[in-house]
């Protein structure tokens, strides 16, 4: 943020997320993006359809809405960054250290007007720090309660847990689950699973959270990258990146309707997110993630 404001003027908003996810949706042609310490992900068009924590999972295959879902009782702080007409202007989600990690990107005149029906007001949640002290503390309840719930659970309320604590909490419960539910498999093999899942034109979900929102997409990729560490999957406007070297552990988990692949950085909060299209056949997705190696 202190290098944006050196070259926009940063209006601080002060709106809940909830209010800029229905002003969303009525976005053209925005770049939207979401982004972590190891991941990043980045669509076109405007927001889909509000998607609070307490609501259904919904992932659409609209080629111009973007899959928002939120945690209302996050406390962020949101700005926006107005730029000349010739540089796309901006509203910022930022955590406390200023690190931007969600972005709607505007230049249409239509677009900058949707952004200014959002009126700067004193920020009313405030960011509160968060406890570090209980990095490691592994709660017996959460445990407890991941056990009884897990089955009973769908694939939204899974993914919630990335939108409370940034995923810190579920990456400590995953080795307690049960070994059927949730094992380890070996990071390096992702790069070779993007080209192969690009190859064969396989459409599945990716998902980054950062910042009490979650930004998904669901469709085939077309190109898979290795740029020095990072990987990079592009589908005509959309993208999805994952810095390897960022990446300390990688999860099968089993669901009902259908397995995860949940990514985790070294510091154990969640990089991202891979789930099966549920418009396509989940047991062939399930069948792909039983495939993993896993560590010896």
Known sequence: MSALGQSARVTEIGQDFEEL???????????????????????????????????????SRSSNRVDMRFNADHRMQMLRAETDADEPSSIIICDPLGQVRHRIQYMTAYDCRIAQCLSAQPNVNPQVERDDEADNVISLAAIRAARENWRKHDIGAHLNDFLLDGGRGRGCVLPHVSA????????????????????????????????????????????????????????????????????????????????????????????????????????????????????R
């Not at 988990?253 to 985790?264: G, I, N, P, R, S």
Request: with cysteine; hydrophobic share 45%.
């Open 180 to 295: 059927s539910m949730a094992w380890k498999i070996l990071p390096d093999v992702l790069t070779s699973f993007f080209t192969y899942l690009s190859n064969r034109k396989i459409s599945h979900a990716r998902v980054v959270c950062s910042g009490g929102v979650a930004q998904a997409d669901v469709s085939p990729i077309d190109t898979v990258d290795a740029l020095g560490s990072v990987i990079l999957g592009r589908r005509e406007q959309n993208s999805f990146s994952v810095d390897m070297s960022r990446i300390g552990t990688a999860w099968v988990t089993v669901h009902a309707q259908t397995w995860l692949l949940e990514l985790f950085d070294h510091d154990g909060m969640g990089a991202a997110v891979l789930a099966a299209d549920p418009m396509e056949n989940t047991k062939v997705w399930n069948e792909l993630l039983c495939s993993l190696p896993r560590p």
């Open 21 to 59: 996810a229905l002003v969303g949706t009525q976005f053209e042609d925005a770049l939207i993006t979401t982004q972590n310490d190891a991941a990043l992900i980045a669509g076109r068009g405007g927001y889909g359809a509000l998607q609070r924590m307490d609501m259904p999972l919904r992932l």
